[in-house]
């Protein structure tokens, strides 16, 4: 094929948090599928925190992406041409196509997506990935029983909305941590959570700390980090005695690459380990890519309860793969409003 597609190519490795000069938009020829391989449009890419994680050159559990590379990443899109009997034009697939708007993969690295079962962007947030990552980490790590109490940062995002709402199904208090009172107010009345603090009010962990504890009189059971830093600071002395930590993400250290300006790492260290080794906490580090064997369990638990609007969600749609980049440093930031998505056409 002579057509032309587009893709979002990392032209040079970030230094702290990325800039649009990370970035190229660039044309390209269509693939065309070999045998077992198919050919999507894609419709819809997601934008992951992980990913800024893909752009360093250092050791990591996942390979970096090339400079000049295309940015790697989750997207669903319609089948245009299959060499494979599993899937025929017209069906919908997700897939690891990267930021483009074509991708061409074997059959069995994709998942049949259906559009009559719920919007297709679903499977990019909360029957996806994340959604799944929310589910995986906190009934299989953080173990949780009703009457006890969660703390979860990013709660509006695709995992944190996904891990108060479980946790809430199970008869726990729920506390949400967020950016700004716009997000406190979502998480609250869409996401069910009992409180939620804004992290942005408060200038340091121990004021935080203090906020927190009028939150949650009876201590935290179960705190599900996704973001640590100041977050993580404050949680860490309010753990209850045989405590779960599933340690999901960090992101707030993603740019620094280590604790950051200003982080007192004499003082995080220690006072983590104690409260780790005094309080016999089980915190527990997991990456979801290898837990997929129980996505299936996960999909036909939660899939009924979004049908239904029992699990809510939220999308953050930007328009068009070259606002891509802007969209995703936006997220890094906390610009997000809910599971970031982009429309691809
Ligand atoms: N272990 C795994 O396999 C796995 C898989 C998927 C995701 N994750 C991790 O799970 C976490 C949430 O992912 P997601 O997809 O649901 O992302 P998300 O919530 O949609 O987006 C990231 C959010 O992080 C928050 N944030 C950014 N900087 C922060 C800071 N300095 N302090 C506190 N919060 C900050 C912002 O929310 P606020 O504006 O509300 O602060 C931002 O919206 C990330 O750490 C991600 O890396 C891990």
Not at 176 to 186: E, F, H, I, P, T
Request: charged fraction near 20%.
């Amino acid at each position: 094929m002579s057509e032309q597609m587009y893709r979002v190519a990392l032209a040079s490795r970030p230094t702290g948090a990325p800039t649009a000069e990370n970035f190229s938009y660039e044309a390209a020829e269509i693939p065309t599928p070999g045998d077992g391989e198919v050919l999507v449009r894609v419709h819809y890419m997601s934008l992951d925190p992980y990913m800024r994680g893909r752009m360093d050159d250092g050791p990591s559990y996942a390979a970096p992406v090339p400079v000049g590379g295309t940015m790697e990443g989750g997207a669903v899109g319609e089948v245009i041409a299959s060499n494979s009997p599993a899937f025929k034009p017209g069906d919908f697939a997700f897939g690891m196509f990267g930021w483009a708007t074509h991708g061409c993969k074997p059959a069995e690295q994709l998942r049949k997506v259906n559009p009559q079962q719920a919007p297709i962007t679903t499977s990019l947030g909360v029957l996806g990935m994340p959604g799944f990552t929310g589910w995986y980490g906190l009934t299989q790590l953080g173990k949780p029983k009703p009457g006890e109490t969660l703390v979860v940062a990013a709660a509006t995002g695709p995992v944190g909305s996904m891990v108060g709402q479980v946790a809430k199904l199970a008869g726990l208090r729920t506390v949400g941590v967020a950016g700004g009172a716009d997000k406190c107010k979502l998480a609250v009345e869409k996401f069910g959570f009992d409180a939620c603090l804004d992290h942005r009010a408060y200038d340091n962990a121990r004021d935080l700390r203090a906020a927190l504890k009028e939150a949650a009189p009876d201590g935290i059971d179960i705190y599900f980090e996704n973001v640590g830093g100041k977050v993580l600071e404050a949680v860490i002395p309010l753990m209850n005695t045989h405590g779960r930590i599933p340690i999901c993400g960090m992101i707030s250290w993603y740019d620094a690459g280590g604790l950051g300006a200003g982080a007192d790492a004499a003082m995080t260290v220690p006072s983590l380990w104690r409260n780790i080794l005094v309080k016999h906490l089980a915190a527990t580090g997991f990456i979801i890519s290898n837990h997929y064997d129980l996505y299936p369990e996960f999909l036909s638990e939660v899939a009924p309860k979004v049908v239904s609007g029992e699990v809510a969600y939220v999308e953050d749609i930007a328009e068009g793969l070259e606002n891509a980049p802007a969209a995703f440093m936006s997220m890094l930031k906390g610009g997000n409003f809910g599971k970031q998505i982009v429309k691809v056409i």
